[in-house]
């Protein structure tokens, strides 16, 4: 099923998006850059820190306004815990997006929204001495995650943008724990 899902999103593209004389079709590449500030929970503390995180996407120009693409990265948490200071909290993310455009000049603003699916990852060390843990639990949670997307590129030429993008993520995990980060992404496009 998801082999047709996808060539018919492949069959569209090249029907609708491809057969246009616009520039640009379609512009994706690496989000290097990506801190954020994450708010989350497990059963021994609450987490309220910076992390860093790193990611991709690829957007589809649909038509004049209108974008469709994919985005998906992973964000990591490293904090503090009772007696050790590398417990960390990931979440890993990835899905569709849609969005609305508009390009002038040099310049092109998109906002879009992406909703799917996720893997939140947690290693909660209570005490540790030196690199043997002595008390740790591992969580591993699936999660839906939805999230705007404000993203800002400046084209330097017809084929390289720079990029900066804001996204909220938010999951939901362990059916009522909720995972918070607003993110501030920076990273390069290709267009074409």
Not at 59 to 81: A, E, M, P, V, W
Not at 92 to 110: D, E
Not at 159 to 186: E, H, M, R, W
Request: net charge positive; aromatic share 16%.
């Amino acid at each position: 099923m998801k082999k047709l899902i996808l060539f018919s999103i492949l069959i569209y593209l090249n029907l609708f998006c491809f057969s246009q004389d616009r520039k640009p079709m379609y512009s994706g590449g690496m989000l290097f850059l990506q801190p954020g500030f994450t708010i989350a929970q497990n059963p021994h503390q609450k987490i309220e820190t910076l992390g860093f995180g790193i990611g991709g996407i690829l957007r589809f120009y649909i038509k004049d306004h209108i974008c469709l693409g994919i985005i998906g990265g992973n964000q990591k948490t490293n904090y503090k815990s009772l007696e050790s200071d590398n417990s960390y909290i990931t979440l890993g993310y990835g899905g569709p997006m849609l969005g609305y455009t508009y390009s002038k000049n040099k310049f092109r603003f998109c906002a879009a929204l992406s909703v799917g699916k996720g893997k939140i990852k947690n290693l909660h060390i209570q005490s540790q001495n030196g690199v043997l843990l002595s008390d740790a639990d591992y969580y591993s949670y699936k999660a839906w995650v939805g999230y705007p997307i404000f993203s800002f590129d400046y084209l330097m030429t017809e084929k390289i943008a720079l990029t900066s993008q804001l996204i909220c993520l938010g999951a939901f995990y362990n059916k009522n724990d909720l995972y918070f980060c607003p993110v501030f992404q920076i990273g390069i496009l290709f267009n074409r």
